[in-house]
Structures are given as C-alpha cells and as structure tokens.
C-alpha cells in the first residue's frame, strides 16, 4: 500500500507558474513509475506527465511538453510537477498516481492515488 498526498496548487494569473508536490508514504518508492493526472470541472480524467522509476525517462501529454517539467527524488519519496506559462485551460484538480509498471501514461495502469490539488489559473 502506497499514500500519496498532493500539495503546491493554488490560484495563479495565466502566464504564471507553480509546483506541485506529491510526497509517498511507504517502502519502495523506487519501484513505482509516478504520473500526473488533471480533471477539470465536467471532463473526464487526463494524463498530464509520467516518470520512470529512476528518472531516466519522462513522457507528457501534448498541451503541455514544453511548460512543464515532471521530476522525482526517490531520497526524499517525493515527486514534483514544475507547471509554467500556465493557461487558463490547464485550470483543474491535479491527481499523483503511482504505478508498479516501469513507466505508464493511462489511468488504468495506475494502483495508487492522491487526493488531488485544486490548479487554478486566471485570464
């Protein structure tokens, strides 16, 4: 069993940027892929940005390659979600998820999740 618990969202102006925390409680963390997930008011859920268990790899949904930036620091069992020129569009709740997989980009691969962290971004 793996907690994941998000923080760093907030309300920001578009063009602005945030990071977001998700930090995992339980043993080997190493051994789950970590992926960001976005739901925004009456659309479904949406992969936003995946890491493999070392780093090494990273995979992102199209709206956003290029503004954000997913990382991990398996020392601290902490992974993090680098969000810039943020766009009113990308205003949502924002999941953590953790997959035993080596790196995955949809829900379904998905064991664990957080609470989620409220994203929102004016015009």
């Known amino acids: 069993q793996v907690q994941l618990v998000e923080s760093g969202g907030g309300w920001v102006q578009a063009g602005g940027s945030l990071r977001l925390s998700c930090a995992a409680s339980g043993r080997t963390f190493s051994s789950y892929a970590m992926g960001w997930f976005r739901q925004a008011p009456g659309k479904e859920r949406e992969f936003v940005a995946a890491i493999s268990r070392s780093g090494s790899s990273t995979d992102y949904t199209d709206s956003v390659k290029g503004r954000f930036t997913i990382s991990r620091d398996n020392t601290k069992n902490t992974v993090f979600l680098q969000m810039n020129s943020l766009k009113p569009e990308d205003t949502a709740v924002y999941y953590c998820?953790?997959?035993?997989?080596?790196?995955?980009?949809?829900?379904?691969?998905?064991?664990?999740w957080g609470q989620g962290t409220q994203v929102t971004v004016s015009s």
């Open positions: 998820a953790a997959s035993r997989l080596a790196i995955a980009t949809i829900g379904m691969k998905y064991d664990y």
